[in-house]
């Protein structure tokens, strides 16, 4: 869940990003719900609404910078519509804010983060749950674990959302990590670092689910 500085999107197999809905209100992406999906759409679309309310914006601007229709920014806004994981970081650039913001993730003041305290997202969509497992209030550092359901990822489309390095490490099965032209197959126990600008995407390779530490500088999530 990174939307900090500039991305870039291009046409691919993607990732699943870093990857959806959080733990807001009591509602955590683990719980797994449909009311608590339902819950984290309406509250991303009241946020996506007070910040473009905030900035100035016309639903009509924020569609166009994000590449979607402004019928698809009200869906969004009145909580009936979902983001993609690239459409996401394309608002959250546009509205000069971080995915977590959108969700309004709060994590422990304290260097530990409790399992029932982090900031966790969910991609019904995509297969993919995620929970911010860091604490770092400069922003130089952000750890997320990444859950990839079987054949969960993040699409056909590569992107990059504004980290200087990424590092990926699987925890629990099999995962094809494509950075630019390159794909990447690892396993559990290997690692792949790169550089934060290129684009990239992953997806789960098991028969049962994958578990990855997807760590970048700076935050950008």
Known sequence: MAARPPAHHQSGNKRPGHFGGPAAGGARADEGPDGDADAVKVLLGRNINSLRTQ????VRDLAEQAGVSAAFISQVEH?????????????????RAHIGDLFQATLSRSQIVRHDERAAYEYPDRGITEAQVSSDAS??????????????????????HGADTEFVFVLKGQVAITVGSEAHRLSAGDSLTFPGKDVH??????????????VQTPASY
């Not at 900035?55 to 016309?58: H, I, L």
């Not at 995407?201 to 997807?214: A, C, F, I, Y």
């Open 55 to 58: 900035r100035g914006m016309a």
């Open 79 to 95: 909580g009936t519509a979902s983001p993609s994981v690239p459409t996401l970081v394309r608002i959250a650039q546009a509205l």
């Open 139 to 160: 922003g130089c550092l952000e750890v997320l674990w990444v859950k990839l359901e079987p054949g969960g990822g993040t699409g056909p489309e590569l992107f990059a």
């Open 201 to 214: 995407g992953s997806q789960n390779l098991s028969r049962g689910s994958s578990e990855l530490l997807w």
